[in-house]
């Protein structure tokens, strides 16, 4: 079965600081991928990024990138020059490749808190 | 830019009766979920639905639970008898196979509210 596990229930960063969000995993299968989303207080489910197993290069969005550590199984999300809306809960996720249906295994999430 | 829409955005329901969450996908895309997410935990898989019929199920989405795609458009999840601990914010969410990334697109949520 798959686990993904967040260690930092919250955190705390200033405005325009870099700011790196633990994710690591736990899985058996050779081919996966794994999702960062972002959840603000208004609750909805905001895709952020996207990391396939076999990607060779790290992937990045903007001033998001994933710092993928296949050997170490982490898949930390990195934040730069943080925005007083990046204030949310950001959850990592996995695809589960078995099946056709691809379903998400979420994290508890961390709760990320931009102050000025 | 193409959004999945869900509604209601809350639900207010008494234990025991039956309540339908809509959702409208992406058009363009095959694949459709529902998750759910009790207050203040993780997100979790309820189940998936493709070409009509379901994909896969979790542990949660016992005989209370239905899903159906009753036209082109519309994917509804029915819970037929509520219970409290069916309290919970029900995420549906869409993925277009032709992509390579996978990437699932969630919809703002409906809140139920059992009571």
């Known amino acids: 079965a798959q686990k993904i596990t967040q260690t930092q229930p919250g955190m705390f960063v200033q405005e325009k600081e870099a700011v790196t969000l633990d994710c690591t995993y736990d899985?058996?299968?050779?081919?996966?991928?794994l999702f960062w989303y972002k959840q603000p207080s208004s609750g909805e489910m905001i895709f952020l990024i996207y990391q396939g197993s076999y990607d060779e290069q790290n992937a990045t969005e903007g001033r998001y990138s994933l710092n993928f550590q296949k050997a170490r199984k982490s898949a930390n999300l990195v934040i730069s020059a943080s925005q007083l809306g990046d204030s949310a809960m950001y959850f990592c996720?996995?695809?589960?490749?078995?099946?056709?249906?691809?379903?998400?295994?979420f994290g508890t999430g961390t709760r990320l808190q931009v102050t000025l | 830019e193409p959004e999945v829409t869900q509604t209601p955005s809350h639900q207010v329901t008494q234990m025991g009766q039956e309540v339908i969450l809509r959702c409208v996908p992406i058009?363009?895309?095959?694949?459709f979920y529902w998750y759910r997410q009790i207050l203040g935990q993780k997100v979790e898989f309820l189940v998936s639905?493709?070409?009509?019929?379901?994909?896969?199920k979790s542990e949660i989405f016992d005989d209370q639970f239905s899903v159906e795609r009753p036209d082109g458009s519309n994917f509804t999840l029915k819970i037929r008898s509520t219970k409290l601990e069916d309290s919970a914010m029900y995420f549906c969410?869409?993925?277009?196979?032709?992509?390579?990334?996978?990437?699932?697109?969630f919809g703002p949520g409906t809140r139920l509210t059992v009571t």
């Open positions: 058009s363009n895309h095959l694949y």
């Open positions: 899985t058996s299968d050779q081919s996966y991928g």
């Open positions: 996720a996995m695809r589960d490749f078995t099946g056709t249906a691809s379903k998400l295994t």
């Open positions: 969410a869409s993925r277009d196979p032709g992509t390579g990334q996978y990437e699932q697109y």
């Open positions: 639905f493709y070409n009509n019929e379901i994909s896969e």
